[in-house]
């Protein structure tokens, strides 16, 4: 089956720069779209299509692209940042989706 | 403003089958596809498959041979059939909007409130 690999966990200080990575064989071809999920409630989407930010989502949330990984990176954490991170994308046709694990990033 | 209301059985025997509806309010329903996503308690999330106005289907090829989902455009509704469950279909279920043309160009930008399944023998 296609995999999406992701970090389980980052941990970074308030106000410093954090990182997480995704990677698949499909991403060169196919969209990544990045999630944040906090306990008890539902994702809610970050980036869409590699790069871009959907309305209301702080600045400091972005991403990048370069050919099998994808980076979701943000600037000056703050803790309300800490959170369950996923990536997800699509398989090499485009038939279907596919999350990675799941990242947790802890805010120190 | 989309919202996204779920509901369904949400306590199953080992072998029944699954069963949750998914209402839309706001948008445009021919417009999007329509997804259902699960999360094991404690786990990542799942992409189970996605339907459209048209009732065209794409699934996750590891649940295909046990997912029906379907969809009712006189009501903005879609469903979600999962047969002969088991303990590993335990999760919280989430029906979602997908924009345009499906999970793999929109991924997902509305989501329902969810709803845990728990499967016991």
């Known amino acids: 089956s296609y995999e999406v690999t992701q970090p389980p966990s980052v941990s970074v200080s308030p106000g410093q720069t954090a990182r997480i990575t995704c990677s698949a064989d499909?991403?060169?071809?196919?969209?990544a779209f990045w999630y944040q999920q906090k306990p008890g409630q539902a994702p809610v989407m970050m980036i869409y299509?590699?790069?871009e930010r959907p309305s209301g989502i702080p600045e400091r949330f972005s991403g990048s692209s370069s050919g099998t990984t994808v980076t979701l990176t943000i600037s000056g954490v703050q803790a309300e940042d800490e959170a369950d991170y996923y990536c997800q994308s699509a398989d090499s046709s485009g038939t279907y989706g596919v999350f990675g694990g799941g990242t947790k990033l802890t805010v120190l | 403003q989309v919202q996204l209301q779920q509901w369904g059985a949400g306590l199953l025997k080992t072998s029944e089958t699954l069963s949750l509806t998914c209402a839309v309010y706001?948008?445009?329903?021919?417009?999007?596809?329509w997804s259902w996503i699960r999360q094991p308690p404690g786990k990542g999330l799942e992409w189970i498959g996605e339907i459209n106005h048209s009732g065209s289907t794409n699934y996750n090829p590891s649940l295909k041979s046990r997912v029906t989902i379907s969809v009712d455009t006189s009501k903005n509704q879609f469903s979600l059939k999962l047969s002969s469950v088991t303990a590993a279909d335990t999760a919280v279920y989430y029906c979602?909007?997908?924009?345009?043309?499906?999970?793999?160009?929109?991924?997902?930008?509305?989501w329902g409130q969810g709803t845990l399944v728990t499967v016991s023998s």
């Open positions: 499909a991403l060169p071809k196919q969209y």
């Open positions: 706001g948008g445009s329903f021919s417009d999007d596809y």
């Open positions: 299509k590699d790069t």
């Open positions: 979602a909007r997908v924009p345009g043309a499906g999970i793999a160009v929109d991924g997902v930008d509305y």
